[in-house]
């Protein structure tokens, strides 16, 4: 009737149709269930035990914790003395180089590329407290790094390199020189809350050995402990101090001292200088394969279940009025035809973003306190972060039913239609997460394919001053959380796009 055909009276019949057929009411309930359920079966099957030396507790289960929240590694090794108020520490680093041994064998020379070593104002000599640092890298040049996340790079790649950290209350600024003279600006940090009294000394470390051999269906590695040598001299430190010696500190050692199988970690004084050897890292923890730190988004592993659900009942949504000629009835009814496939893409699209958004909103704490149960520690991550996981979350399954509901428009085939997306969203996640293909293919799944949407769960940022895997099996994927989903909407709007055409086009 005239007046009666509006789109709002179309978005009311097509939420009828929906709410009144008892099988998609299911479908979508399945879907949160799955989600919901999955997670928690997860953290529930995972556990982990782990034993140090004489019974204790193994370290990396119980990190130490960063300024900023974050689980983080500080081993090194520190030669320091007590500074109380504003000073400055300076001096030349001459020579830094890095040894490792395998399997029992000689040691070899194996600098890393982040080995490093420097002069750093420390809080104190407690794992995870505040720090300011400038250092030489093994392969990364001078940089000036704090609290474990923060890295500037400076100018200097040769050796000797001179470096300064200079304190003023709680600001530390790094300077670098060729030539002790000349100096240049690397950076200006903050250190909140920094005592009077602080630790100022010269720190060497260098983090594992690690090589990763990919093949098909396949990956494995093998990593062991590097040492790093560095030798110091020209050093002045500068302003109120109550001690005159050097104290030396293994700080968070998990080497057993010898990571080279012969030169022990610590410091030496020589007659113009001081050396320092140390094996270990100064960074955040990066999430990945073997972690025991959760992520947010290990709590939503159930939606990748609830998204073939939601497949299944959007694809059904559109293919169904053909199955049973129905869908003449909805063109007569309203001859813009364009309209009829918007109103079934908002009813599918709202319903399946509130299911999600629901699922995904009890999930994520209900995991996360098993998972804290179970021991493990979780990654903090703002609450924007968290926030932008779970609407993303929820984003990405109604977006994939319109998707669904498009590609279903075109085949009029329930099979077809669920097999095309499956084999669009599901299939490339699955093969890049499995680790069936190297990570090379992987990424390039993660770009071009609908899957790439899912890079809008990732919450752990990439380091560029720790390397690791990042792939998409340790939760990394190639594109930006927001341009992974774009994708997605891309591949959406084309299917709209065709499926309106052929709506149009041909007789129902």
């Known amino acids: 009737m005239t007046g009666r055909d509006g789109f709002g009276q179309l978005l009311r019949a097509e939420w ?5 057929v008892r099988g998609w009411v299911i479908g979508l309930v399945a879907a949160a269930l799955v989600t919901v359920l999955i997670g928690l079966f997860g953290a529930a099957a995972s556990n982990f035990s782990c034993s140090g030396p004489n019974g204790q507790p193994c370290a990396a289960s119980t990190p130490p914790i960063g300024p900023g929240g974050e689980p983080v590694i500080d081993s090194f090794s520190f030669a320091h003395k007590t500074l109380t108020g504003d000073g400055s520490i300076t001096a030349r680093l001459t020579s830094l180089t890095a040894v490792s041994s395998s399997d ?6 194996d600098t890393q590329p982040w080995t490093k070593a420097g002069v750093v104002i420390k809080e104190s000599t407690t794992p995870g407290s505040q720090y ?8 990364h040049g001078v940089r000036m ?5 923060g890295d500037i790079a400076g100018t200097l790649s040769a050796k000797p390199s001179w470096l300064r950290l200079t304190r003023s209350g709680d600001t530390i600024t790094g300077h670098e020189s060729a030539d002790g003279v000349n100096w240049h600006l690397v950076g200006t940090v903050t250190l909140p809350g920094l005592p009077s009294t602080v630790q100022a000394g010269l720190f060497a470390t260098s983090p594992h050995h690690e090589e990763i051999t990919e093949s098909f269906a396949s990956a494995s590695g093998t990593s062991y402990p590097t040492l790093a040598t560095a030798e110091f001299d020209r050093i002045d430190l500068e302003g109120t101090r109550p001690d005159d010696t050097w104290t030396g500190d293994n700080i968070g050692d998990r080497s057993g001292g010898r990571p080279d199988g012969g030169s022990p970690t ?3 004084e020589t007659g113009d200088g001081v050396t320092v050897r140390g094996s270990g890292n100064i960074a955040p923890i990066v999430a990945g394969r073997g972690g025991l730190g959760k992520t947010v988004e290990s709590g939503l592993v159930g939606a990748f279940a609830g998204l073939i659900a939601v497949i299944v009942v959007a694809a059904t949504f559109m293919t169904s009025e053909y199955r049973r000629g129905l869908i003449r009835t909805s063109l007569s009814a309203s001859p813009r035809r364009g309209r009829v496939l918007a109103a079934k893409s908002a009813v599918i699209g709202s319903v399946t973003f509130v299911t999600g958004l629901a699922a995904a909103s009890i999930a994520v704490p209900l995991v996360r306190a098993v998972e804290r149960d179970k021991g493990h520690f979780a990654f903090p991550v703002p609450t924007a972060t968290e926030l932008r996981v779970v609407v ?4 990405l399954l109604a977006v994939a039913a319109v998707f669904s509901l ?7 085939r329930s099979a077809g239609a669920v097999t095309v997306v499956i084999v669009a969203i599901v299939l490339p996640y699955t093969l890049a997460i499995a680790s069936v293909l190297p990570t090379g293919p992987s990424d390039w799944l993660l770009r071009v394919t609908p899957a790439a949407a899912f890079a809008v769960q990732q919450s752990m940022p990439e380091y560029p001053q720790v390397d690791a895997g ?13 341009g992974g989903f774009a994708v997605l909407c891309g591949y959406t709007a084309l299917a709209l796009g065709v499926a309106a055409s052929v709506l149009r086009r041909r007789d129902a």
């Open 16 to 20: 009828t149709k929906f709410r009144t």
């Open 392 to 395: 993303g979350t929820a984003a």
């Open 104 to 109: 029992g064998q000689a040691p070899v020379e």
């Open 470 to 482: 990042y792939t998409p099996a340790d939760g990394y994927f190639p594109l930006p959380p927001l």
């Open 145 to 149: 790094q704090h609290n474990f996340t």
């Open 266 to 268: 610590g410091f030496e």
């Open 132 to 139: 300011a640092a400038m250092a030489v890298t093994g392969g």
């Open 406 to 412: 498009a590609v279903g428009t075109v085949l009029r």
